[in-house]
């Protein structure tokens, strides 16, 4: 692991960059950077970056983390906030090569402000967690990627921002369980052949607003709202 905060402390990083290298196992994770325990990060420009399978930045155990500018970025997930974790960013950009930009879980709190967020998967938001995103642009590039999944009594909301999956049978927007996401202002599109713009099962509720529209291959539905 790059670098490590437990406990109480507090970390402040300016520029540069922080590199976890090594390989994972079950007991053992090497972050970029990993906060824990009650530890308050601050990180404003720079790299974070995790090699190989690792998570660029890991978040748990009511850690509160922000991130002003710079790149996070990892083959595996970008961008992990879990237990209950705070995690604010502004501006930059959070990529998951081959997994997901963005994963939230277990009531962890995730606001993204003037970002992108690019992964197989772009946003994955499960287990009760709660992600705002505003003037945001999240993509799912994977084949049978999702730019946004929201499961599992998660909470979604986008204001003026842009979902989108590139893949061939990708979709823009997928929620189902009890979650329920709410677009205001925004364009939800899938360009692949055989792509989704929105697909809603379960008891998921999706909510949009103020002309948000979803598109798929060519052809754009302007939508309000769809339980």
């Known amino acids: 692991t790059g670098l490590y905060a437990d406990s109480s402390t507090t970390v402040n990083v300016s520029g540069g960059t922080i590199t976890g290298n090594g390989v994972s196992s079950e007991s053992s994770r090497a972050y970029g950077l990993s906060a824990n325990g009650s530890s308050t990060v601050n990180v404003s420009g720079g790299t974070i970056t995790g090699s190989g399978d690792n998570t660029g930045l890991n978040a748990a155990g009511s850690s509160q983390v922000t991130v002003s500018g710079g790149n996070i970025s990892s083959n595996n997930t970008g961008l992990n906030a879990g237990n209950s974790a705070g995690v604010t960013v502004r501006g930059g950009t959070i990529t998951g090569t081959y997994g997901r930009g963005l994963f939230a879980y277990g009531n962890s709190n995730v606001s993204v402000s003037n970002g992108n967020i690019i992964g197989y998967n772009g946003l994955y938001a499960v ?47 997928n929620a189902l369980g009890s979650s329920r996401v709410t677009v205001s202002n925004g364009n939800i599109t899938a360009n692949g052949t055989n792509g989704t713009g929105l697909s809603a099962n379960g008891s998921s509720t999706v909510d949009f607003n103020n002309g948000t529209t979803v598109s798929y291959t060519h052809l754009t539905l302007p939508t309000k709202r769809i339980v």
């Open 127 to 173: 287990g009760s967690s709660r992600v705002n995103i505003s003037n945001g642009n999240i993509t799912g590039d994977g084949r049978y990627g999702y730019g946004l999944y929201a499961g599992d009594n998660s909470y979604v909301n986008i204001s003026n921002g842009t979902i989108s999956a590139s893949g061939t049978s990708g979709i823009g927007l």
